[in-house]
């Protein structure tokens, strides 16, 4: 499972990284479209189940191709190992219920995607695991809610979907003092743009569904961490729950890691100029983007993060009304919960991805009804700019 990167940059890792080839010598990673594998003697398939000779078994534990997807992320992530994930939530379900058991606690930003929260508020709970949520910029709320029996610290950053930047560096030393680890959801940011094993994270997770496929075509996730926490609490919950990866969507996910630099380039590239157009309009009450000096938490961004996001957030005049005739009035821009694509989408998060979450939650999160989640794709900036300007002025008029 663990990769080595030979020392090379991302781009070419993102290409090459863990790539096995079987006899045929294929240039494209092969597509492993099986359930389970057969064996020559049963002294083989005994050795093969008692760990005594490595390889395959049944596609729910590993699999060829997404074994290789597993190896190209490590790699990419310097992580020591990853397990591939039918979908990002599932990630997610899968790092937070490997690190604890009843009578454990969890410590949560309380700016987390709604289906997060209620892993964190409601599921946990029900096995026991006590949770608190904090103000995840608030650093002094955090070693408040840090406590003896605290085994897993979770955050998003930038948030969803209000690109809050988090400390995770300060985060980490926090948990680690009382021996929790820390996971960071590293799915706005992007692995080209924020490093957290580097700050001291020690799970990382994505939904691979974003940017890493980044063209619309399939779920998956995806959890990074040591080969110990892998293979000692991941692999028996992956094994015995079977949240496993398809093989096809490895395949896909492959290809999708080999222009991802291309990809989150552009849209990034492309998202910083938008951030500056919309910013001047009279029709935006306030725009958020981590690359911006005027963002909270700007200088925490330029030290944490590479470079900017691939999104934007804004809040428009005229509340739900203004928001919801700014989507409609868009022609290129697509509106849709996912994000991370080559299309460029927009979301009203109050009725849609954080809908679920009650009314005062969702005001303490900065989540009013005139606030719109822009997720840039790969259209030519001038058209996209144009679009969302002549959308914006149906507001103001």
């Known amino acids: 499972m663990t990769t080595k990167s030979h020392g090379w940059h991302p781009e070419t890792i993102l290409v090459h990284g863990g790539t096995t080839r079987s006899p045929f010598g294929e240039t494209s990673e092969a597509m492993f479209l099986t359930q389970g594998f057969v064996y020559e003697t049963a002294e083989a398939a005994e050795a093969r189940f008692n760990g005594e000779d490595p390889g395959f078994v049944y596609s729910r534990y590993a699999n060829p191709t997404v074994a290789m997807f597993e190896n190209r992320i490590a790699a990419l992530e310097g992580a020591e190992a990853a397990r591939g994930t039918a979908s990002g939530m599932a990630a997610v379900n899968l790092a937070l219920m490997a690190c604890c058991k009843a009578g454990d606690h969890v410590v949560a930003a309380k700016a987390l995607f709604g289906s997060c929260r209620y892993i964190v508020e409601t599921l946990l709970p029900r096995f026991g695991v006590t949770s608190t949520l904090v103000d995840g910029t608030d650093l002094d709320a955090w070693r408040a809610a840090i406590r003896p029996e605290t085994v897993a610290c979770f955050l998003e950053s930038p948030t969803n979907p209000t690109l809050e930047v988090i400390d995770i560096a300060a985060v980490a030393d926090m948990a680690h003092a009382v021996g929790a680890k820390l996971i960071v959801d590293n799915v706005f940011a992007t692995p080209l743009w924020q490093s957290p094993f580097e700050l001291g994270a020690d ?188 959308a914006l002025d149906t507001v103001r008029g």
């Open 203 to 390: 799970i990382v997770v994505y939904s691979a569904t974003k940017h890493i496929d980044g063209q619309g075509r399939c779920l998956g996730g995806v959890v990074l961490g040591s080969e110990e926490f892998i293979t000692d609490e991941v692999m028996p919950f992956m094994k015995h729950t079977g949240p496993a990866m398809s093989p096809f969507n490895a395949w896909v996910l492959l290809k999708g890691l080999e222009t991802l630099p291309l990809r989150v380039e552009r849209q990034t590239r492309t998202a910083a100029r938008l951030a500056d157009v919309l910013a001047e309009h009279p029709a935006v009450a306030r725009l958020i983007y981590p690359g911006r000096d005027d963002h909270p938490q700007a200088e925490l961004a330029r030290r944490q993060m590479k470079s900017g996001s691939t999104m934007i957030a804004l809040e428009v005049a005229g509340g739900k009304e203004g928001a919801f005739r700014f989507c409609n009035a868009l022609k290129i821009v697509r509106m849709s919960n996912n994000l991370g694509d080559a299309k460029s989408l927009v979301t009203h998060p109050a009725t849609t991805t954080h809908q679920s979450l009650a009314e005062e939650a969702r005001a303490e999160l900065g989540i009013g009804e005139s606030l719109l989640r822009l997720s840039v794709g790969l259209e030519h900036e001038d058209d996209l700019a144009a679009d969302l300007l002549t």
